[in-house]
């Protein structure tokens, strides 16, 4: 298998970027009241899920806070979470799943056919990427670090 190129890296975070910014400007209502509830996988029962092109806007903003590997946690919670503000570490850059909201305590997922069209330019960005579709945040990042 060939390396992909740095620039085909940009272009695909550019690309990510562009995607979550279209998605913020939808008028769709949510009840989000940042108490990161989601962020703690066993309570909810839900991890989100990244394509590749959204692992690497995440590193990218995850060694935007100095770190250079994905911090531990033993505690079930999403490892983005930071222990000391309980605060996502890479608010602006997280997923489209944290995004689009996929646990009931920030008003329950979007119906699918409101971000349908956004989902697709997701997957062929991960296709482009030589991705293997979309994976469990953890798991996704670590393949990136």
Request: some cysteine; glycine content about 6%.
């Amino acid at each position: 298998m060939h390396r992909r190129k740095h620039s085909d890296f940009d272009s695909a975070i550019s690309e990510i970027k562009a995607i979550y910014e279209e998605l913020g400007h939808r008028p769709i209502e949510r009840n989000c009241t940042l108490k990161t509830e989601c962020c703690h996988f066993l309570l909810t029962g839900k991890t989100p899920f990244l394509t590749k092109g959204e692992a690497l806007v995440a590193a990218k903003g995850l060694r935007a806070t100095g770190r250079k590997e994905l911090p531990s946690r033993a505690d079930g919670a999403c490892k983005l979470l930071h222990r000391v503000t309980a605060r996502c570490m890479i608010y602006n850059n997280r997923p489209f799943a944290c995004r689009t909201h996929f646990c009931e305590a920030a008003g329950g997922p979007y119906a699918r056919k409101e971000v349908i069209d956004l989902i697709h330019r997701l997957e062929e960005i991960d296709r482009a990427l030589e991705g293997n579709g979309a994976r469990e945040i953890h798991d996704a990042l670590e393949s990136i670090f």
